[in-house]
């Protein structure tokens, strides 16, 4: 399979509403960066972690290497989290894999 | 924050003809990479390189070349373009090869026609 799956596809939130993505890897991961990509087409960085939990506003992420998973919570939230987010994970052998991103659309 | 300069931000080309896309890093990052956006592949990575006269194969080089003449300058060469080359192409670039953060460019949305 993927070595990076990211889910869900595409998520609509209402302003205020708090909700996560997911990404698994099929195998062990060094590291973990998330990525938006807003409606301009810049990738924006978000967080690079290579273990644990790490907080920025209303944004919060985890890694969990021998899980083989990474989490992006948005919390409250706002009508400019709106855009497209990726997940990039870092193994031993290779680069930096993408998962196929998760759109994230917020109304009002 | 990093600086990563990509130009031209935009580009029309025709088949067989000869396109450089050209990418600056002014933090003095060793690594450096190509990578191609589309839709249903997320970000596929081109070339990379680790400094200045290297380049490397990534997942899809096929139709590329890429240089890296300087520290501070990688290229990214399609020497005789095809329609399906048609992209969004972005660079980047990075401290080093092993848990690195990487910063984008805006990137350069290329049309082969």
């Known amino acids: 399979g993927m070595p990076v799956e990211q889910n869900p596809p595409a998520l609509s939130l209402y302003e205020g509403a708090d909700s996560g993505l997911r990404c698994n890897f099929s195998t062990t991961m060094k590291s973990v960066q998330w990525f938006q990509q807003n409606h301009r087409g810049r990738l924006i960085t978000l967080f690079y972690l290579a273990q644990g939990t790490k907080e920025n506003g209303r944004l919060k992420s985890t890694f969990n290497s021998k899980e083989r998973y990474s989490t992006l919570h948005i919390k409250d939230a706002q009508l400019e989290d709106s855009g497209t987010y990726f997940c990039a994970a870092h193994n031993y052998a290779q680069g930096l894999t993408f998962g196929l991103g998760t759109r994230v659309s917020v109304f009002p | 924050e990093a600086a990563v300069t990509q130009s031209p931000r935009n580009k029309v080309a025709v088949t067989g003809g000869k396109v450089t896309l050209s990418c600056n890093q002014t933090?003095?990052?060793?690594?450096m990479y190509w990578y191609r956006q589309d839709t249903g592949h997320g970000l596929r990575l081109i070339h990379y390189s680790y400094g200045a006269g290297s380049t490397e194969k990534g997942d899809i080089p096929d139709g590329y070349k890429a240089s890296r003449p300087s520290q501070e300058n990688f290229s990214l060469i399609l020497e005789l373009a095809t329609p399906s080359q048609t992209s969004v192409y972005f660079c980047?670039?990075?401290?080093?090869?092993?848990?690195?953060?990487?910063?984008f460019g805006h990137g350069t949305k290329l049309s082969v026609l």
């Open positions: 933090n003095n990052h060793n690594n």
């Open positions: 980047a670039s990075g401290e080093a090869f092993s848990n690195e953060r990487l910063f």
